[in-house]
């Protein structure tokens, strides 16, 4: 049964003022969860800068949630110029939702989040975004039980329920897949392959030409995602600071491009999973967790990683083409992900709507593990 209190104060998060109870009220929250991985807070802070490119086309606000003198809850509100340009629907969007089992709580914060983006002029609220679509997004609604991989989120089971009773409705659901890096191949798949073996290359991202890479990676993802759900296009300068955070993480094969007669048609990139050796940092890399985490990464890599992008051109989706790329990328992503010992990998996220990229994953053994689920509401 939720708590009901009445004694809750919302106060907004100004400069970095609350901005350490903003992100410290997790531990509270998610206090006895052995599935929750603390998050590095380091990381985690400096997503919030005002100096992430992010904030060069969106703005937000967040809320802090107090009981007692006690942070309890959290919340954040932020309206996105690119999605406002693309879908003139004057929708807003909410993030960062945290909050112990309380109705009072979860009422304040959204009363916060409402109000701000009702005073910008709002008139639908979706969520949760952490903080746009090309980032965190979902609320986690299956698979409560095991740890989520790194940059995916956890919740804890009443959110869900919280939310309904706000008036909040399921827009869209979004799964992830744990496949084996050694599958069964499935012989109808192997023969498309075979077959496609003489007009498909498949070759690593070139370092030494980093920035035309990258910008090679986001022009396919932006024309592969055009059409899918909230989709809004990734800006270089959102995706050269990703790119270049990921690549300090990543060997050379895990970033991978398709080419048809010379030209790059598909991409995939595989990434770590860090939450599988950060668990007993607590969110802090100083004095000495910084030590522990390179030593892991050099000495002990992670066995589990992420495919956390990946893409293959528009106009080949609806041919035999742009299946047979997709599996080409993760079976070669599989041979890489072996060599580095890592024996599971997690794709995601994965519309539950996108049949065609669910019947690929489930044909060579991916399984789902987690449902995440998008909410919206008329403000």
Known sequence: ????????????????????????????????DSAWVPPLLIERKGSLSPKEPFFRHAEWQGWVAYRSGKPVGRISAQIDRLYLERYPDRTGYFGMLDAIDDVAVFAALFAKAEAWLREKGMQRLVGPFNLGINQEVGMLVEGYDTPAYFLMGHARPWFHDQVKALGFAGCQDMLAYLLPTRYQDNPRIARLRQRLARKVSIRQLDRRRKDEELEVLRSIFNDAWSENWGFVPFTQEEFAAIGSMLLMLLPRDFVLIAETEGEPVGFIVLVPNLNEVIGDLNG???P?????????LKVKFPTTARVPLMGVRKRLHNTPLGPGIATMLI????????????????????????????????????????????????L
């Open 1 to 32: 049964m939720a708590a009901v209190s009445t004694d809750v104060d919302v106060l907004p998060v100004e400069g970095n003022e609350r901005l350490d109870d903003f992100l410290n009220v997790l531990w509270t929250v998610y206090a006895g």
């Open 284 to 286: 802090r890399l100083f």
């Open 288 to 296: 000495f967790g910084w030590i522990k985490l390179l030593w892991r």
């Open 331 to 378: 079976e070669e992503l599989g041979q890489s992900a072996s060599r580095a010992g890592v024996h599971t990998n997690e794709l995601s996220w994965i519309l539950d709507s996108n049949e065609g990229m669910r019947s690929i994953i489930e044909r060579i053994g991916g399984v789902v593990s987690k449902r995440y689920r998008m909410y919206e509401k008329p």
